[in-house]
């Protein structure tokens, strides 16, 4: 019997991890100008934001369909165990059109595929991949792998601040007065995902405030921190040297994952988040 793990594109883990573990991604749906695209597929994430920057439309997404899903959970010998960690519910419809494709599988082969929502996107999703391919590889059961993630689960915090309010505006995240009085004013909300759900943490004047208030959210946790990470779109510069600031004040690796566009879309160039549990 083989264990299997698989989830969608927006875990955004390096691709030498998602290799390591032999993580199968089922892309989410991206949409613009008329044409659509497999999220880590048929464009790259710098080509998609050109695209997009000069584009007078909003992007849209979509979860894959449960045709996606069955085909590969058919795939799968009748002995092979799965687990399936995926983009949060209140995100997304990606957990939704698993579980529908479980369910048109027979009784006996829906027994060995586990679906899992991680309540969260991005590196707090790819926190819990990491943490089950590494149990898989160690030998350990599904029901000791599933119990350690719904523990990162909740453990994990995640938070990000946005380099310009245009793009949660123009996603229907924030009311386009709200959206052009912050900028006036130069205001930098800081997000987090609480229970799944997007949430505004707190509202600073500059961004090297809100970076601060990101790093004290570390420090007021760092006795039982394990893993790091740092999240950016389009911020490379601005994430190396957040990473090594990470790294040199609580000797933790922290791995850095650039958020692909089914994010990204929503948050604009120059997101800089972290991530940890």
Request: with cysteine; aromatic share 6%; hydrophobic share 40%.
């Amino acid at each position: 019997m083989s264990t299997i793990l698989i989830s969608d594109s927006t875990s955004y883990l390096p691709e030498n991890l998602i290799s390591d573990y032999g993580i199968i991604i089922i892309p989410l749906n991206l949409h613009l100008e008329g044409k659509s695209y497999k999220e880590g597929r048929d464009i790259s994430h710098a080509e998609f934001y050109n695209i997009f920057k000069s584009s007078k439309m909003f992007p849209t997404t979509s979860q894959p369909s449960a045709g996606e899903f069955l085909e590969v959970f058919q795939r799968l010998t009748p002995d092979d165990e799965a687990l399936v960690i995926l983009i949060s519910a209140e995100l997304s419809g990606t957990m939704q059109s698993a579980l529908m494709a479980r369910n048109m599988l027979e009784t006996e082969r829906q027994k060995n595929i586990h679906i899992i929502d991680s309540r969260s996107s991005s590196m707090g999703m790819g926190f819990q991949l990491l943490k089950a391919g590494k149990m898989f590889a160690q030998g350990r059961t599904m029901s000791e792998v599933i119990e350690e993630v719904e523990r990162i689960t909740i453990q994990q915090e995640i938070y990000f601040i946005v380099d310009n309010l245009e793009y949660l505006v123009r996603g229907g995240r924030l009311s386009k007065s709200s959206g052009l009085i912050g900028n006036l004013l130069q205001l930098k909300p800081v997000l987090t995902v609480r229970e799944g759900k997007l949430e505004l943490f707190d509202k600073v004047r500059t961004s090297s405030r809100a970076v601060k208030l990101m790093k004290q959210q570390v420090e007021k946790n760092k006795s039982w921190i394990k893993r790091l990470a740092v999240i950016h779109v389009q911020a490379e510069e601005e994430a190396s040297k957040l990473q090594q600031d990470l790294q040199e004040q609580y000797g933790i690796t922290a791995l850095i994952s650039e958020a692909g566009p089914v994010i990204g879309a929503h948050t604009g160039p120059g997101t800089l988040g972290i991530a940890f549990c």
